[in-house]
Structure formats: C-alpha cells, structure tokens
C-alpha cells in the first residue's frame, strides 16, 4: 500500500531507503511459495488463502467461511508502518503476495 501510495504521488516523512523498499515490495512482489510448503509440512494448516482484497476483507472471507473468529493483535504489525500508515490503511492493504491462515489450536 505504501509503495502505491507513493506511485501516486503522496509524500511520507520517510527514508529514501524505506521508499525503494516500499516500491520495489508493491512493484515487485515476492512469492511467500517456499513459506507455504515449509508450513503446510510442519503444521496442521486447516485453512489458507492469499491476501489480495487486504488483510482485514481477506480474514472475514476465511473467517466466516471456517465458522470461527480471530482476534487481532495490532502490536505484532511493523511499528515502522504504524508510524507511517493508519491501522485502517495497513489492514485494508491487498496484493502482497502473503498468506493468511490457522493453524489447529494446541493446548498443553
């Protein structure tokens, strides 16, 4: 979202360093591929999906179609985004090429 953001003209208080990274991430997006097989290998996966509608759209789609909830936890997103970015900007963010997925609890 930044790099698009800024493909569109808005200026952020940032870094150069910070602005090529957030291009060449929106220009040039990475498979997770690898990261997937390593997780559906070492972990119960019970369901997956790629974000591109972003993040927040993308977990109600699996939310409700697994018949379960989720709680957000906002400390865990990248403090250099939430200094930048609005929490609403950084869940509604699509096309990173991430995946978004449960795991089966496990309690000991």
Do not use: W
């Amino acid at each position: 979202y930044l790099g698009y953001q800024i493909l569109e003209g808005k200026k952020y208080n940032i870094s150069e360093s910070f602005q090529q990274q957030a291009l060449e991430k929106h220009l040039c997006p990475k498979s997770q591929f690898k990261l997937a097989q390593e997780l559906f290998s070492n972990y119960e996966i019970s369901a997956c999906m790629d974000i591109t509608d972003g993040f927040f759209q993308d977990l109600q789609k699996i939310c409700k179609s697994s018949k379960v909830g989720a709680l957000i936890f906002l400390e865990n997103f990248p403090a250099s985004l939430k200094n930048i970015l609005s929490i609403e900007e950084i869940l509604s963010s699509g096309e990173q090429l991430n995946f978004l997925f449960f795991l089966k609890a496990r309690f000991t």
